[in-house]
């Protein structure tokens, strides 16, 4: 039997369930009569099977079972996302871990998408999106194994993280971005933006880029990408071996021994890269820009010059059909095919033979 008592300003649970002492929990609420509905609602799902636990609890349990296995860094992100859900559950006036449907991580991605940053001044993209989903989707999995959950959430629908969206930047926003005072005075932002373009790397590969990554005999960048652990073999464009050549004329002694291609004056990799790039993009005045459209518009561009679908796949270190997914609405001969067909369409002369002996069949058959 559980009954309410009121702690302070808000209203507790407590009692027995099944026979067993209940631990009291705060049911978030300073309300009798939403406190009365929401006891009565998780009493009812407790006789379901399913273990009620509330999220602040799992998220203890969860944090302190992957503390093991994950690096204090990995923990802190995780635990950063994982009290964000919890606020917006909160929020949403759901007390239990049971109760979390794909419409309530729906939900919560709206919000997220919604949500700009009060001193960054931007939202979150839909790689931030797909990575909180990822921590979200490894803690529902330990849920469902401890019986929380009968199905893990983050699998189930279609949960809307504008996954897929190609977004190339204009060729004005390109030339904003290469005529800014900035890049002039840091060689090394320079070198690295034109590795973005020429390149088409995910940032994750620009920030952990190897100096014995660069062949400078042969003009060509080897490297395994960091997402997908894909070998992949650049050329080594003029103007960004020319950028690169000038960052390496003003390395400091810690910055030539440094394993790094592109390192902090301590020799370090440059990890706080997303920053350097978002200021570059609020000085040019470029709305929703992040660093993967970098790739998108190194991916556009090479299709827009007669390169194949599988000529993409094999230089971003993708499938062919994610290249197909992103960019076949991009592939220059696929779109010339598309005009010259259309144009053939006209709809004001006769219908031909065909056409007309398929019509009278259906008007035959109907």
Not at 211 to 216: E, G, I, Q
Not at 259 to 270: A, I, Y
Request: net charge positive; with cysteine.
């Amino acid at each position: 039997m559980l009954t309410v008592y009121r702690r302070g300003r808000v209203w507790w649970l407590r009692g027995s369930l099944a026979g067993r002492p209940f631990r009291p929990r705060s049911l978030d609420t300073q309300f009798r009569d939403v406190a009365a509905k929401r006891a009565a609602r998780f009493e009812l799902e407790s006789d379901s099977g399913l273990r009620s636990i509330s999220w602040p609890d799992f998220q203890m349990e969860f944090l302190a079972s992957q503390a093991v296995r994950l690096k204090a860094s990995s923990l802190k992100r995780y635990s950063f996302i994982l009290t964000r859900f919890g606020r917006f559950l909160a929020e949403q006036g759901i007390p239990s871990v049971h109760l979390i449907t794909p419409e309530t991580l729906n939900r919560f991605l709206v919000a997220r998408q919604a949500n700009v940053h009060p001193t960054r001044g931007r939202a979150i993209t839909p790689e931030g999106l797909k990575a909180d989903l990822r921590i979200l989707k490894r803690a529902f999995s330990v849920a469902r194994a401890g019986g929380y959950v009968r199905e893990n959430p983050v699998q189930q629908g279609n949960l809307s993280t504008r996954a897929g969206q190609t977004r190339p930047f204009e060729a004005d926003e390109i030339r904003q971005m290469l005529a800014d005072s900035r890049l002039e005075k840091d060689a090394r932002l320079r070198a690295q933006v034109l590795t973005f373009l020429y390149t088409g790397l995910r940032i994750s590969d620009v920030i952990g880029l190897e100096a014995v990554s660069l062949k400078s005999a042969e003009a060509v960048l080897i490297l395994r990408t960091r997402k997908r652990e894909k070998s992949v073999a650049l050329p080594v464009h003029p103007e960004l071996a020319r950028a690169i050549q000038t960052y390496f004329a003003g390395r400091n002694p810690a910055q030539r021994t440094s394993p790094w291609l592109f390192s902090t004056r301590s020799g370090k990799p440059v990890k706080n890269l997303a920053a350097y790039l978002h200021r570059l993009f609020l000085r040019c005045g470029i709305p929703g820009a992040h660093p993967h459209r970098f790739r998108h518009t190194f991916a556009v561009r090479l299709l827009a010059r007669g390169a194949s679908l599988y000529d993409v796949a094999k230089l971003l270190g993708i499938t062919i059909g994610i290249a197909e997914h992103h960019y076949a609405p991009y592939v220059e001969e696929l779109r010339q095919r598309a005009r010259r067909l259309v144009a053939k369409l006209n709809f004001q002369e006769p219908a031909s033979p065909t056409c007309t002996a398929d019509a009278h069949l259906l008007g035959a058959t109907s």
